[in-house]
């Protein structure tokens, strides 16, 4: 399960990880293989079909229990594969904790 990084940080499974896509609200769920992940996407293989899913948000399911997750955007699609960008809540609410109030 060991995996290779890459120059680009990114990190390469020889034989891909385990893992479960799931819509935002929990309406759909695929299984998939991780194939490489970096610390702002990742290249997933897709087990089944994915037409007729929203695809524009979902969740990457990382363990069984549905503990670790990452919220995923798509990026790009080719075939059974598909790219996905992280998606980062946490940066939004730090800068808007960070600006200053307006005053009415």
């Known amino acids: 399960m060991a995996g290779e990084r890459n120059k680009d940080g990114r990190v390469v499974f020889e ?3 385990r893992a479960q896509m799931m819509a935002i609200d929990g309406t759909w769920r695929r299984p998939c293989m991780l194939e ?3 610390e702002t996407g990742a290249k997933l293989t897709i ?3 994915v037409e007729g899913l929203n695809l524009k948000e979902f969740f990457l ?3 069984s229990t549905g503990l670790a997750y990452r919220r995923c955007e798509l990026s790009w699609v080719n075939g059974d594969q598909i790219g996905v960008s992280f998606l980062r809540h946490d940066k939004k609410k730090k800068q808007a904790a960070r ?3 307006t005053v009415a």
């Open 15 to 17: 034989r891909g990880i």
């Open 36 to 38: 490489d992940v970096s």
């Open 47 to 49: 087990e089944g079909s």
């Open 61 to 63: 399911l990382l363990s």
């Open 99 to 101: 600006s200053p109030a």
